[in-house]
């Protein structure tokens, strides 16, 4: 690689060690491995869901930085921040500033949040919030709803939304759900706006 060959330049032997690492359990006893079996400089990844807050804490402990390429959460950025951390992944509340910025130019202005009904959901919607408030050119917040994950069914959600006179839906679920809601928004309310 490019960084081996820049580090053989300089006098360092640099190698690069790969971890399969499917869960949270997975990548705490992949990363303690590392750590303890080798002379590691620094650790990398964070893509599953708890994966970036086990590995902050290994690093922590070693005294080694961890880049995490993965996790948008917040937190790790604010109450759970950690001085050998460094984010490579841009926050949540980096994408959404830049997701309202199309819309708020196209006039985007009544807005209805679908959220995830969990800590992580609400943390979203707050974070959308104030996104709307930055970023929307005097948008707002028509209101919002918290779903349950892999609902089947969102007329109730639509019919809210449409009470509230919106004009655009910001989904903050995962994919599988946004592609459910999507089906019957188009559906029921083709001339709605959904992000």
């Known amino acids: ?3 081996g060959e820049l580090a053989e330049a300089k006098g360092w032997h640099l190698e690069l060690a790969h971890a399969n690492t499917p869960s949270m359990e997975a990548a705490k006893r992949a990363g303690e491995r590392l750590v303890t079996n080798g ?3 620094a650790l990398i990844g964070g893509v599953g869901e708890g994966q970036a807050e086990v590995l902050t804490a290994i690093a922590a402990k070693a005294k080694i930085p961890f880049f995490n390429v993965g996790n948008t959460r917040d937190a ?5 921040c950690n001085r050998y951390t460094f984010h490579i992944e841009a926050s949540a509340a980096m994408y959404l500033d830049a997701l309202m910025q199309t819309p708020a130019a196209q006039k985007a202005r009544r807005w209805f949040i679908l959220y995830e009904a969990n800590s992580e959901g609400r943390a979203l919607l707050a974070r959308a919030t104030a996104a709307i408030a930055k970023q929307a050119l005097g948008g707002s917040v028509a209101g919002s709803a918290a779903v349950t994950i892999e609902q089947p069914v969102y007329y109730n959600e639509i019919n809210a939304a449409r009470r509230a006179n919106t004009d655009t839906f910001l989904l903050l679920t995962d994919i599988v759900d946004q592609l459910a809601f ?4 188009v559906q029921s309310a083709p001339d709605l706006t959904t992000l």
Do not use: P, T
């Not at 790790?76 to 759970?80: C, F, H, S, T, Y």
């Not at 999507?182 to 928004?185: A, E, H, P, V």
């Open 182 to 185: 999507i089906g019957q928004q």
């Open 39 to 41: 002379k590691v400089a």
């Open 1 to 3: 690689s490019k960084i």
């Open 76 to 80: 790790l950025r604010q109450k759970d």
